[in-house]
């Protein structure tokens, strides 16, 4: 790929597109003025609308004989208009009097020996249909009154003779006015029991309070910022993410499907670029523009919020900056699915139709965030644009998790990766290019091969597929034993889809997994790295980055699989990930990154590696073994040293767990190792990365040629 061709079309591009007043509308003019007139218009209506229900009076419709001190209570309370019989239909009002009418009875109370605060199993109660609840519903519905308040008959007599009536507030809660009065009379009514349990306990000459026993006064402990960033994480987060969907949106149709209706498409191709220069370039078009529309939304968020609120420090600037930063994945993905799709496009009306199908379900993954009981969790992490949504939800509440930050960019990013994968997938096709149709399984290359290895596409879309069928397969199976999660997402979601992308596609397991016998030179540095490379890594990447002890102290125990035999732990800790891991990111991800050169191969074989593990202090030393692995890989040609290799390194670590030995009890319990041991520990992994070096490869599968000591696949 020619960089200086990339930039040309790329800047093109870009020219053309900010000439057009539309995609300046949305860069500028729309976040500029978006968000100060929408909370300036909510606080206005919110605010106004709020004042003037305050300063109304709520229309209590009284259904029955209140008790006279009763009455009279009620009636001074401020804001309260009694109306006797207001909206009572005559037989409701002639059934309350003759006492025909009763409450209906409500379920029994709790035990009284149920722990305090333990939630209630059964549903909540819901009045049966009765005439006074359908009276009610009737005059609230109208807007005769705003609540009803029903004095049960007996009401006047348990309270002469000192016993207690009962009494129902009957109100609309979706309507303001009527939630008001109901708060307002419920209100006034307490303040009423509360002056007739006082003249109750003085007529008896008991101390006062002494029916209430004690009082319960909640306090809120949450920040004022942290109440701030649940309104504004309950919105921006959806309002952003739609902004950069449309940010990206209409370029994309404009760079694809545009140029084919004005015929520019066709020249471009005719002129001597590749396809993959004219992606590039494109895609880096509409992922500037998408990042530029969603930095202009978070810049214009952040200044009108510290306008609106300036006497309080709300929202940190930081959060606004890793807002921003989080979008960055998310503008990756709409950009190359756009572009992708727009492209099957004949003309710009064609485009739009054909990126519907799916702006509608990321706008609702984007929207559903506004839920309350949407938040940041396992299962959320790695939802597609839902992750990031939340995620930004999380960082405004202050509640974001470092493991779970970790896991929705990795999640984001495998997303991201594949779009960008099935976008130039599509710009390989000079056929759709110029209008015509395929199938998708044509575009998607979806046929089985006749041997050989697969392409670096192949691989880095198989790695992303495992990676998401491993997490949410963990998710399902949290509940089993740790001997058990371990076994069936080693064997069930890493090897068993590897070996099944292998057949399936055709690919030979010589070439795709590395199944070749390995030089003794090789076996034999695979085995002084493996019993060193964990202490000199561990000495020296954990050293200048430790990770937080309950984290070191929680792996350990995870490791140890809750006390199963040793055989069983080395089993399951050692030997199952040393093969299973190693056949995918030794075997079938490195086969298809070989083709860019050893190097691209080892580095991002290395950090794929480290990424699947899932913890952010677990991701340099993973890598760093990861590295180690790959370079096996590369000057053996074989995969079976680094799963030698793979499996003494965790046997060691294992082992010193299990047994803990008195010599090194210190190192087991999470001190650091000395230095000379890491010192000893280095000259014996750079004896074994010197006999990895002078080691040859077996003889290459035939149709292919042998280069830097590594067989390359067709």
């Keep these: 790929m020619r960089l200086a061709i990339v930039w040309t079309i790329l800047r093109k591009e870009l020219v053309e597109s900010l000439r057009d007043r539309r995609t300046l509308v949305r860069l500028v003019l729309v976040p500029i003025l978006l968000y100060p007139l929408f909370a300036l218009a909510m606080s206005k209506l919110v605010g106004s609308e709020a004042a003037a229900r305050e300063a109304r009076s709520s229309r209590i419709a009284v259904w029955g004989e209140l008790a006279e001190g009763l009455a009279t209570r009620l009636s001074s309370a401020a804001k309260l208009e009694l109306a006797p019989w207001a909206g009572a239909p005559p037989e409701v009002r002639e059934g309350l009097l003759s006492g025909a009418l009763a409450p209906p009875a409500e379920p029994p109370p709790r035990a009284e020996e149920e722990a305090p605060g ?15 609840l359908a009276a009610a519903r009737a005059a609230v519905s109208a807007r005769e009154v705003d609540a009803v308040l029903v004095p049960w008959p007996s009401l006047g007599a348990e309270l002469g003779r000192g016993g207690k009536g009962a009494v129902a507030i009957y109100f609309d809660s979706v309507r303001a006015d009527s939630a008001t009065a ?19 306990e003085a007529a008896r000459g008991l101390p006062e309070g002494f029916s209430i026993a004690y009082d319960v006064v909640p306090r809120d402990v949450a920040e004022d910022s942290r109440k701030v960033g649940q309104i ?49 370039g494109k895609f880096l078009a509409v992922w500037i523009i998408s990042l530029l529309t969603a930095l202009g939304n978070v810049v214009s968020l952040s200044l009108t919020v510290s306008r609106m609120l300036p006497d309080v420090m709300v929202v940190d600037p930081w959060i606004f ?3 921003f930063a989080l979008l960055v994945p998310v503008t990756l993905l709409f950009s190359a699915l756009f572009l992708a799709l727009a492209v099957f496009a004949k003309d710009f009306k064609d485009g739009q139709n054909a990126l519907m199908p799916a702006y509608l379900p990321l706008s609702l993954l984007a929207g559903i965030t506004a839920l309350p009981v949407v938040e940041l969790n396992p299962w959320t992490a790695y939802a597609p644009v839902l992750n990031i949504a939340v995620l930004i939800k999380a960082l405004f509440v202050g509640e974001a998790p470092v493991d779970l930050l970790f896991t929705a960019l990795l999640s984001s990013a495998l997303y991201a990766c594949l779009a960008l994968l099935f976008a130039a997938r599509v710009f390989e096709r000079e056929n759709v290019l110029l209008g015509g149709q395929e199938s998708a399984r044509a575009v998607l290359g ?37 001997a058990v999660q371990l076994a069936v997402s080693q064997v069930g979601f890493f090897l068993a889809p590897t070996l099944a992308l292998v057949a399936g596609f055709g690919y030979s397991p010589r070439a795709a997994l590395g199944l070749r016998r390995p030089p003794v030179r090789g076996l034999a540095g695979a085995l002084l790295l493996g019993a060193s490379a964990w ?17 070191v102290r929680e792996l350990g125990e995870l490791v140890l699989l809750g006390g199963q035999p040793y055989l069983v732990v080395l089993l399951l800790v050692a030997v199952t990930p040393a093969v299973c891991e190693e056949l995918l990111f030794r075997g079938l991800v490195y086969a298809g990154l070989r083709r860019a050169g050893p190097a691209v191969a080892i580095g991002v074989s290395a950090l794929l590696f480290g990424l699947a593990h899932g913890s952010v202090y677990r991701l340099l030393p993973t890598l760093s073994l990861g590295l180690v692995l790959g370079y096996a890989r590369h000057r053996t040609g074989s995969v079976l040293p680094g799963a030698l290799l793979h499996a003494l390194n965790n046997g060691l670590a294992v082992s010193l767990l299990y047994f803990k030995p008195p010599s090194v009890q210190g190192i087991v319990e999470g001190e650091l190792l000395p230095w000379s041991v890491t010192a000893a520990a280095a000259v014996v992994s750079l004896a074994g990365l010197l006999l990895l070096r002078s080691a040859s490869p077996g003889a290459p599968e035939e149709g292919e040629h042998r280069g830097d000591g590594e067989p390359r696949g067709p």
């Design 232 to 280: 504004l994480g309950s919105m921006m987060p959806m309002m952003l993410i739609l902004m950069s969907l449309l940010g990206s949106f209409l370029p994309a149709i404009d760079l694809t499907a545009g140029e084919k209706e004005r015929g520019t498409m066709q020249t471009l191709l005719c002129a001597p670029v590749r396809s993959i220069e004219i992606i590039s």
């Design 446 to 482: 979806l046929r089985r091969r006749a041997g050989g290895a697969p392409s670096a596409g192949f691989s880095l879309a198989a790695f992303a597929g495992v990676q998401v069928l491993f997490f949410y397969g963990s998710l399902l199976i949290a509940r089993a034993s740790v």
């Design 535 to 551: 202490a000199a890594i561990g000495g020296t990447v954990l050293r200048w980055f430790p990770p937080p002890e309950p984290f």
């Design 321 to 323: 900056a890793l807002t």
């Design 118 to 132: 333990a939630e209630d199993p059964r549903p909540r109660w819901i009045e049966p249909d009765n005439p006074v």
């Design 182 to 200: 109901e708060a307002r009379l419920a209100a006034a009514l307490r303040r009423a029991r509360g002056a007739i349990v006082a003249e109750r």
